[in-house]
């Protein structure tokens, strides 16, 4: 485990996108947001998944030269064909095209099908955050929940994140799935040999299990029973029926169906704040409530109350200036990747 | 307890409204939504608050004759002020004014700030999923709950809904509060002396507790902890920070502060199927999912796996020929209204 600099790991992850044909502004583009993951804490989405991400392109499963296409093109909506390329590229030109409608029109939507996997939902909230713009975004992703009463997966994680701008020097962030856990926890609990708390997973006969082994074979619960299972069929609605995408279970799984496309549907929905209230009075406005929550009163033992954002704004700060951690095995798989794309492997670590 | 006739009781109800000087139209339209919760099964926001909205308008706490006025007007986006006015007849006026736009552009927002507690928000949703729309819809409402570590009441119980069009003969109605529990549970517990199962609630010293009294007395907890604390703020930021209306704990009480507005935030956004595919088949898109889900493996000694919306449709089918059951305190409460506010009380029970 060493610590290595942001812009070491954007320019490797860069040219060993390039060196499987991304465009050099599209390999750009991927190496923001999965470096911008892992500067923010989240490595689940940052380069430790950037080998899988090559792996399906050196497959033919993802076409890293795939350009945008437009379905429907109505007012202020879009209906966007990915046309299997990469999800992180296909995504922030998607959040490009909707900028100038919103600007227009106050408001603007997009439907993305025959996508992938692309991240963090938080990297595109920020972005239109930055622009004075609140982006609402969905996504379904591979199975891993049962509808309530059920324990076949139907749907994946299906996250909701949402930015707002303050004047605080972070954007405030929601960005959730609507598991009751994340399955890297549950990946995390079974490589210690622990079990994992009941409620979190049914093993493969659909019985609640506190076996991390069996919870893996098995269904993730939603977040607070039925509600998350409401939750996570309006996200795949939105993503994935309005959009064309696979539905459920129809959906490729990144790491096991390797002779498939995932057809992932992402859904964005784009407000300028200016078109409701000035941008000044809404940060203001931001701010008190941030100012009111935080000296909220505290329960015993809780030192402060934490805003959605505040923590991971304060780790990317900090992983920014004192590099990124890197585990060893992500490390390796780097190197690994580098020998065999010809690409030099030669970033420095900045220390532990 | 007895069961009465939908079209009486939405006839009771504006002739009660009417004699408190809304308008008839305006009646009408408050009726409407006030006996839909009654027949869907959501009593709680019935034709049981009509006692409250009334008195409130009694105390010059809600403008009766409030005109929906309009802050902006920018594109595809409207920023509106309710007037204090009744909350369920201003969301009516706002959908309408939303419906050309969402055509005319595929997408339409507002906000809706100086309102009041307005129902079911699935009601709206439902109108617009009549109608081949998607209403996604939000609100915040007087501070029930706590952000994550604290435990001054904060947050409403803030509900996230919208409603989906099939081919089924019902929508896909997602309406969920984002508290682990309605409040109208654990007042029910205390009722009857039953303790609450622990992560319902905390104390007024921010301890856990069980005891019914002492969690009225507290804060409901948020579902699924920290992501119902995210989403209750992301709803808070979106019905009041962006709209102008009061935020958290300034939200004036229904039923406490009889001495002030509410003051409540909406936010509604309108999609137009049609924009982003044809409706026939989002339609059967949506009638495949259904069936997909139902038809996947259940749980040990479960019979069936139910859509959200299914139940309320069926139970809304069932209320409206047998009639609506109202309990004998609101039944009585309707009487004292009529006898107070001079309306005859003609309708008649249709059997028990």
């Known amino acids: 485990m060493a610590r ?19 465009s050099a502004d599209d390999a750009e583009v991927f190496a923001r947001v999965l470096v911008d993951a892992d500067l923010q804490g989240v490595s ?52 490009d095209m909707l900028t100038p409608l919103a600007k227009q029109n106050g408001i603007a939507a997009a439907t993305i099908r025959n996508s992938q996997h692309f991240g963090a939902l938080s ?18 992703c591979e199975p891993a929940m049962s509808p309530a009463g059920g324990f076949q997966p139907f749907f994946g994680t299906n996250p909701i994140a949402a930015s707002f701008p303050t004047g605080k020097g972070y954007s405030v962030k929601i960005d959730m799935a609507t598991s009751i856990i994340a399955r890297g926890n549950i990946i995390v609990a079974q490589k210690k040999g622990q079990s994992i ?6 093993d493969p006969n659909g019985e609640p299990t506190t076996d991390a082994s069996q919870a893996l074979l098995g269904t993730v619960l939603t977040m607070a029973g039925h509600k998350g299972y409401a939750l996570a069929l309006m996200i795949e609605v939105l993503s994935s029926v309005l959009s064309g995408a696979a539905i459920g279970p129809e959906i490729g799984s990144m790491y096991k169906n390797m002779d498939r496309k995932q057809d992932v549907g992402h859904f964005f929905c784009l407000l300028n704040i200016a078109a409701f209230l000035d941008v000044a009075d809404f940060k203001r406005r931001m701010d008190e409530t941030i100012d009111s929550i935080k000296s909220s009163k505290r329960r015993p033992g809780v030192d402060e109350i934490l805003i959605p954002g505040e923590r991971s704004s304060r780790k990317a ?36």
């Not at 945008?68 to 046309?83: H, I, M």
């Not at 713009?133 to 379904?140: K, P, R």
Request: aromatic share 6%; proline share 3%; net charge negative.
């Open 44 to 95: 689940t989405h940052g380069v430790s998944r950037l080998n899988i991400y090559l792996q399906r392109i050196e497959k033919g499963l993802i076409d890293p030269k795939a350009t945008l296409g437009v379905d429907r093109d109505g007012g202020s909506v879009l209906a966007l064909d990915a046309g299997n390329g990469l999800g992180q590229v296909q995504a922030m030109k998607a959040l």
């Open 4 to 22: 290595f600099k942001s812009q070491e790991l954007r320019s490797l992850v860069s040219r060993l996108a390039i060196a499987d044909g991304v």
């Open 123 to 140: 990297y595109y909230c920020n972005r239109a955050a930055e622009q004075d713009m609140i982006l609402l975004a969905m996504t379904n």
């Open 197 to 202: 708390p009941e409620g979190w997973a049914l």
């Open 317 to 352: 700060a900090e992983n920014e200036a004192a590099g990124i951690v890197i585990p060893d095995v992500t490390a390796a798989e780097l190197k690994d990747l580098c020998t065999r794309l010809n690409v030099p492997f030669d970033w420095a670590e900045v220390g532990n």
